[in-house]
């Protein structure tokens, strides 16, 4: 296993290794305050258009939810598990664990991509009357709405005919896919450089590069990651389960 | 992989904490229950606590992954610090724009009234 | 700890070549390319104001063929104008110009905590000027800097090309503010404790703070504007539900910060200035360094006052106004101690100390003016007149770009070696400074008189204030070009600059000017940042040199056995 390699500018790997985690905390600081942005506005729309939010959101498939959920909280397990290994400077460990953690970050965005396409093909978008369910033809969305969201057998539709719905409500929906895309695309963009990151700790592993002196990187990938985990964890009542 | 006690001890590695498997998988198991949990209460009726009882899933399960996933509670206080002043920030940012929404939200609807034609159409 | 090198090799020469410049991970040499950057920016941003002030020399009477620029070509001027100067030139001015120059030798580090994010922080920096320039030139911008929805995602100029400008701008700041952070907290020598650190390092600290918090804010919001203009997401868009205030809300959460991300470090300069230049201890300096970060606290809270008349509900704007009144407290702080600090002091008048004394007037006006712009019902009369304009005006450029100005002269021996002639300077800075009177007290008066802001033509009875003012703004742009021209003729001229040419205490002046490629030759110990007595002057060398020379290295002051101890 190597050793940590100390930058001309430092005096110590302790200074080095405690400098390079308050960065990552003071970055994960930056994410935080980015995603707010939409948390505001979530919460404002939320505040002020209750019932909208609440209709809109039954179009949102729970079990998928938390699927996801229970997909970003394994690999976060698994990341977290992977800088013991790297601590410890255990390598086949720590490929095992990094590599679960991209094939469930991989999971996630496979589920994500077959939301976004079954809500692209029955107009579930942004953008109130542009683009949305309400210009569809509710003759030909409506069986398959009836199948696609738990409930029994009364759907929403039936309650709220798109030829006599009141306009207001049809924009706010609009509005609340249009900050849920927002959020998740968001989001799933994290994802996606998380993967990459895990991709590249794998890699850099395969070649010995970490050991029980120089983890950082595994450390502070994992941090990341953990960060993605915990926006999902807010994301997911607070778009899936309106009820 | 069995746990250790020993490895408690910080100063064991020089640098960062190890965390033993079984804390590692008992956080795991804790936030998969209360997942379920969650979802499970969803779709209950509680009489307008649901967003509360939600939210406080959310966040216990949220302070679980900063403690032991990402190590704060056993990392500089300083690091902790910086996540919780963040997350006041957010607070407070949030808490005076929702305040303000709330106000001039009639403003909204008295104009609305006042104004039908005026209003939006949404084409 | 390069001990045998060579005496003559400095940062400067040590490497050549264009890519030895934007490849270097050296903060000194990263803070040079910044500042040479921001000076080009500034002169486009002031070549935009000449054109904007020629077009308001006389009223139009609403024709344009009397008009020097058409109506659209002035909304995209003045736009430009306040983007330029504001995203390219002023935030990231002292921090990532100045800051990032001193603020490790000011710590007796030999670079920043991230110096590969520090050198991606200037990239980006590049990356959004020529994005800014890019939308300059397919279809212009004309939404005025702040980008409000929904005129922003409607209108036909290049609106996306200019937020992503901004957004990775932003980046740009969040990176130095990071970094800056980190390096002040884990970087401080041994014995240097925080109430031991220069009071520019608070400054840029308190900075760093709002950097960080604020700018994902604006990142995202802009990011959402320019979703909205190309998905037709409607969260801004009253036509499909969207809420334009809410808009508001996110940009001035961060742009309100923001000025005090320009403001912050500018007062960081002055408090070294005044101790220097009146060769006496800094007065009250836990009050300085304690109000930068209330400031830095405050400001957060205060945002909702820029939208007093925006449909901001009045609750909200009761408790913004009253909030607002409290960031006077810490800036007053401030000015009362440099005021103390020179009090029985020994003067002198170098063209630094000319700079900052300038802040003092500028910066009272500007300041206390915002005290009006506070009050809700003066605010509902002045809002959106030319006293909201010269308000700003007289706080960021009269005092965030004098200040600027007196940290470039002050820290300018440092970074080249050379001396400036003091003469040529010191006029420069008068005549700027009785320009930008010039140019913009009689703007406060026509805003009084209700001149609206951002209007291409103006009602008659304005014409004297704006004969006035652009008569000023000609001095003005006079004034800064002849200090420009003073410091670039040091190059050729300019004698050879002693180590410590004012006789501060801080560190970056114990080592050679310019400074060696690892900052020091030999670690310096941490004594009083505003000790004055360590250092003597030196007629021989026209410049100062310790009382008591370390017997390792000459520009060393020897301190107290104690923290002697400390140091290794």
């Given at each position: 296993?190597?050793?940590?390699?100390?930058?001309?500018?430092?005096?110590?790997?302790?200074?080095?290794?405690?400098?390079?985690?308050?960065?990552?905390?003071?970055?994960?600081?930056?994410?935080?305050?980015?995603?707010?942005?939409?948390?505001?506005?979530?919460?404002?729309?939320?505040?002020?258009?209750?019932?909208?939010?609440?209709?809109?959101?039954?179009?949102?498939?729970?079990?998928?939810?938390?699927?996801?959920?229970?997909?970003?909280?394994?690999?976060?397990?698994?990341?977290?598990?992977?800088?013991?290994?790297?601590?410890?400077?255990?390598?086949?460990?720590?490929?095992?664990?990094?590599?679960?953690?991209?094939?469930?970050?991989?999971?996630?965005?496979?589920?994500?991509?077959?939301?976004?396409?079954?809500?692209?093909?029955?107009?579930?978008?942004?953008?109130?009357?542009?683009?949305?369910?309400?210009?569809?033809?509710?003759?030909?969305?409506?069986?398959?709405?009836?199948?696609?969201?738990?409930?029994?057998?009364?759907?929403?539709?039936?309650?709220?005919?798109?030829?006599?719905?009141?306009?207001?409500?049809?924009?706010?929906?609009?509005?609340?896919?249009?900050?849920?895309?927002?959020?998740?695309?968001?989001?799933?963009?994290?994802?996606?450089?998380?993967?990459?990151?895990?991709?590249?700790?794998?890699?850099?592993?395969?070649?010995?590069?970490?050991?029980?002196?120089?983890?950082?990187?595994?450390?502070?990938?994992?941090?990341?990651?953990?960060?993605?985990?915990?926006?999902?964890?807010?994301?997911?009542?607070?778009?899936?389960?309106?009820? | 992989?069995?746990?250790?006690?020993?490895?408690?001890?910080?100063?064991?590695?020089?640098?960062?904490?190890?965390?033993?498997?079984?804390?590692?998988?008992?956080?795991?198991?804790?936030?998969?229950?209360?997942?379920?949990?969650?979802?499970?209460?969803?779709?209950?009726?509680?009489?307008?606590?649901d967003l509360a009882v939600a939210l406080i899933i959310a966040t216990i399960k949220a302070t679980l992954v900063a403690l032991i996933f990402m190590h704060l509670r056993w990392d500089r206080p300083f690091n902790g610090l910086v996540f919780l002043i963040t997350i006041l920030f957010v607070g407070m940012f949030l808490a005076l724009t929702v305040t303000d929404r709330s106000q001039y939200e009639r403003d909204i609807h008295r104009f609305d009234r006042?104004?039908?034609?005026?209003?939006?159409?949404?084409? | 700890?390069?001990?045998?090198?060579?005496?003559?090799?400095?940062?400067?020469?040590?490497?050549?070549?264009?890519?030895?410049?934007?490849?270097?991970?050296?903060?000194?040499?990263?803070?040079?390319?910044?500042?040479?950057?921001?000076?080009?920016?500034?002169?486009?941003?002031?070549?935009?104001?000449?054109?904007?002030?020629?077009?308001?020399?006389?009223?139009?009477?609403?024709?344009?063929?009397?008009?020097?620029?058409?109506?659209?070509?002035?909304?995209?001027?003045?736009?430009?104008?306040?983007?330029?100067?504001?995203?390219?030139?002023?935030?990231?001015?002292?921090?990532?110009?100045?800051?990032?120059?001193?603020?490790?030798?000011?710590?007796?580090?030999?670079?920043?905590?991230?110096?590969?994010?520090?050198?991606?922080?200037?990239?980006?920096?590049?990356?959004?000027?020529?994005?800014?320039?890019?939308?300059?030139?397919?279809?212009?911008?004309?939404?005025?800097?702040?980008?409000?929805?929904?005129?922003?995602?409607?209108?036909?100029?290049?609106?996306?090309?200019?937020?992503?400008?901004?957004?990775?701008?932003?980046?740009?700041?969040?990176?130095?503010?990071?970094?800056?952070?980190?390096?002040?907290?884990?970087?401080?020598?041994?014995?240097?404790?925080?109430?031991?650190?220069?009071?520019?390092?608070?400054?840029?600290?308190?900075?760093?703070?709002?950097?960080?918090?604020?700018?994902?804010?604006?990142?995202?919001?802009?990011?959402?504007?320019?979703?909205?203009?190309?998905?037709?997401?409607?969260?801004?868009?009253?036509?499909?539900?969207?809420?334009?205030?809410?808009?508001?809300?996110?940009?001035?959460?961060?742009?309100?910060?923001?000025?005090?991300?320009?403001?912050?470090?500018?007062?960081?300069?002055?408090?070294?200035?005044?101790?220097?230049?009146?060769?006496?201890?800094?007065?009250?300096?836990?009050?300085?360094?304690?109000?930068?970060?209330?400031?830095?606290?405050?400001?957060?809270?205060?945002?909702?006052?820029?939208?007093?008349?925006?449909?901001?509900?009045?609750?909200?704007?009761?408790?913004?106004?009253?909030?607002?009144?409290?960031?006077?407290?810490?800036?007053?702080?401030?000015?009362?101690?440099?005021?103390?600090?020179?009090?029985?002091?020994?003067?002198?008048?170098?063209?630094?100390?000319?700079?900052?004394?300038?802040?003092?007037?500028?910066?009272?006006?500007?300041?206390?003016?915002?005290?009006?712009?506070?009050?809700?019902?003066?605010?509902?009369?002045?809002?959106?007149?030319?006293?909201?304009?010269?308000?700003?005006?007289?706080?960021?450029?009269?005092?965030?770009?004098?200040?600027?100005?007196?940290?470039?002269?002050?820290?300018?021996?440092?970074?080249?070696?050379?001396?400036?002639?003091?003469?040529?300077?010191?006029?420069?800075?008068?005549?700027?400074?009785?320009?930008?009177?010039?140019?913009?007290?009689?703007?406060?008066?026509?805003?009084?008189?209700?001149?609206?802001?951002?209007?291409?033509?103006?009602?008659?009875?304005?014409?004297?204030?704006?004969?006035?003012?652009?008569?000023?703004?000609?001095?003005?742009?006079?004034?800064?070009?002849?200090?420009?021209?003073?410091?670039?003729?040091?190059?050729?001229?300019?004698?050879?600059?002693?180590?410590?040419?004012?006789?501060?205490?801080?560190?970056?002046?114990?080592?050679?000017?310019?400074?060696?490629?690892?900052?020091?030759?030999?670690?310096?110990?941490?004594?009083?940042?505003?000790?004055?007595?360590?250092?003597?002057?030196?007629?021989?060398?026209?410049?100062?040199?310790?009382?008591?020379?370390?017997?390792?290295?000459?520009?060393?002051?020897?301190?107290?056995?104690?923290?002697?101890?400390?140091?290794?």
């Amino acid at each position: 296993m190597s050793q940590a390699k100390l930058a001309h500018h430092f005096e110590s790997v302790e200074q080095q290794f405690d400098t390079a985690k308050l960065g990552m905390w003071i970055f994960l600081l930056t994410e935080i305050m980015f995603f707010s942005v939409l948390f505001v506005a979530y919460t404002v729309y939320r505040a002020s258009h209750a019932d909208a939010f609440q209709y809109a959101s039954q179009f949102l498939d729970t079990n998928l939810g938390a699927a996801n959920t229970l997909l970003l909280l394994l690999s976060s397990f698994t990341a977290a598990w992977a800088v013991r290994c790297a601590q410890l400077g255990q390598k086949r460990g720590l490929m095992l664990n990094l590599l679960v953690t991209v094939v469930c970050a991989l999971g996630f965005m496979g589920i994500k991509y077959h939301e976004y396409s079954h809500k692209y093909h029955e107009g579930l978008l942004w953008g109130g009357a542009r683009h949305s369910i309400f210009k569809a033809d509710p003759a030909q969305v409506l069986p398959e709405m009836k199948h696609g969201h738990e409930g029994g057998g009364e759907s929403v539709w039936e309650s709220h005919h798109v030829e006599t719905m009141d306009p207001a409500l049809k924009k706010q929906v609009g509005i609340f896919f249009g900050i849920y895309f927002c959020l998740t695309g968001l989001h799933g963009i994290h994802v996606l450089v998380g993967i990459g990151v895990m991709l590249w700790l794998l890699w850099r592993a395969s070649r010995d590069h970490f050991g029980p002196d120089n983890f950082t990187a595994v450390d502070l990938g994992a941090l990341y990651w953990h960060l993605v985990d915990l926006i999902w964890i807010f994301l997911f009542p607070l778009l899936y389960l309106i009820s | 992989m069995a746990a250790s006690p020993a490895s408690d001890h910080a100063a064991e590695h020089g640098l960062g904490h190890v965390l033993p498997v079984k804390t590692l998988a008992a956080t795991f198991a804790a936030l998969v229950a209360l997942t379920l949990l969650t979802v499970f209460t969803g779709k209950m009726d509680l009489h307008g606590f649901d967003l509360a009882v939600a939210l406080i899933i959310a966040t216990i399960k949220a302070t679980l992954v900063a403690l032991i996933f990402m190590h704060l509670r056993w990392d500089r206080p300083f690091n902790g610090l910086v996540f919780l002043i963040t997350i006041l920030f957010v607070g407070m940012f949030l808490a005076l724009t929702v305040t303000d929404r709330s106000q001039y939200e009639r403003d909204i609807h008295r104009f609305d009234r006042a104004h039908p034609a005026e209003a939006p159409t949404g084409e | 700890m390069t001990h045998a090198h060579d005496p003559s090799l400095n940062y400067l020469n040590c490497r050549k070549g264009l890519r030895s410049w934007l490849g270097t991970l050296d903060h000194k040499r990263i803070g040079v390319m910044y500042m040479w950057s921001i000076i080009a920016s500034m002169i486009l941003g002031g070549i935009l104001a000449m054109l904007i002030r020629a077009e308001l020399w006389a009223p139009n009477n609403g024709d344009p063929a009397q008009a020097v620029l058409s109506q659209d070509t002035y909304n995209q001027f003045f736009t430009l104008h306040g983007a330029i100067m504001i995203f390219l030139v002023i935030i990231p001015s002292i921090p990532a110009a100045l800051g990032n120059f001193v603020l490790p030798m000011m710590l007796g580090a030999k670079d920043v905590a991230f110096p590969r994010i520090n050198r991606l922080s200037y990239h980006l920096y590049l990356i959004g000027a020529a994005l800014l320039v890019v939308s300059i030139l397919t279809g212009g911008l004309d939404t005025g800097w702040t980008f409000y929805a929904p005129y922003s995602t409607t209108t036909e100029t290049s609106v996306v090309v200019a937020v992503f400008g901004a957004f990775v701008l932003g980046f740009s700041s969040i990176f130095t503010g990071l970094n800056f952070i980190v390096t002040i907290h884990k970087m401080r020598p041994p014995g240097m404790g925080w109430f031991k650190m220069p009071l520019f390092l608070w400054a840029l600290y308190a900075t760093s703070i709002i950097q960080i918090l604020a700018t994902p804010v604006l990142g995202l919001a802009l990011m959402l504007i320019a979703v909205e203009r190309i998905m037709g997401v409607g969260i801004f868009n009253p036509e499909l539900g969207g809420d334009p205030v809410l808009f508001q809300h996110l940009f001035w959460f961060y742009s309100h910060p923001a000025v005090y991300v320009m403001i912050l470090p500018a007062m960081g300069v002055l408090s070294e200035c005044f101790a220097t230049f009146s060769r006496k201890h800094i007065f009250g300096y836990r009050f300085i360094a304690y109000s930068s970060i209330a400031i830095a606290i405050f400001s957060f809270i205060v945002w909702g006052h820029h939208m007093f008349v925006s449909g901001q509900s009045q609750l909200a704007s009761v408790i913004f106004s009253a909030l607002t009144f409290s960031v006077a407290i810490p800036s007053a702080i401030k000015v009362f101690n440099w005021v103390a600090t020179m009090y029985k002091g020994s003067v002198s008048l170098d063209t630094p100390m000319l700079y900052a004394l300038s802040v003092i007037w500028l910066f009272g006006i500007g300041g206390l003016t915002g005290l009006f712009l506070a009050t809700l019902s003066t605010d509902i009369h002045l809002h959106d007149t030319y006293f909201v304009v010269a308000h700003f005006h007289f706080v960021m450029v009269g005092s965030a770009l004098f200040s600027f100005l007196a940290g470039v002269h002050y820290w300018w021996p440092k970074m080249f070696g050379v001396m400036y002639r003091e003469w040529p300077g010191r006029i420069a800075c008068a005549v700027s400074f009785v320009g930008f009177n010039l140019t913009f007290i009689p703007q406060f008066l026509a805003g009084t008189h209700g001149m609206p802001r951002r209007y291409w033509d103006y009602h008659p009875m304005y014409e004297p204030y704006n004969k006035v003012s652009t008569i000023g703004a000609v001095i003005l742009g006079l004034g800064l070009v002849w200090a420009l021209v003073n410091l670039l003729r040091s190059f050729g001229s300019g004698r050879q600059a002693p180590a410590n040419p004012w006789g501060a205490a801080t560190l970056e002046w114990m080592t050679p000017s310019p400074a060696p490629p690892h900052n020091f030759d030999f670690a310096p110990a941490v004594g009083d940042p505003y000790d004055m007595d360590l250092v003597r002057y030196d007629e021989s060398i026209d410049g100062y040199v310790p009382v008591r020379p370390h017997p390792d290295d000459p520009h060393i002051p020897l301190v107290e056995p104690a923290e002697q101890e400390d140091e290794q």
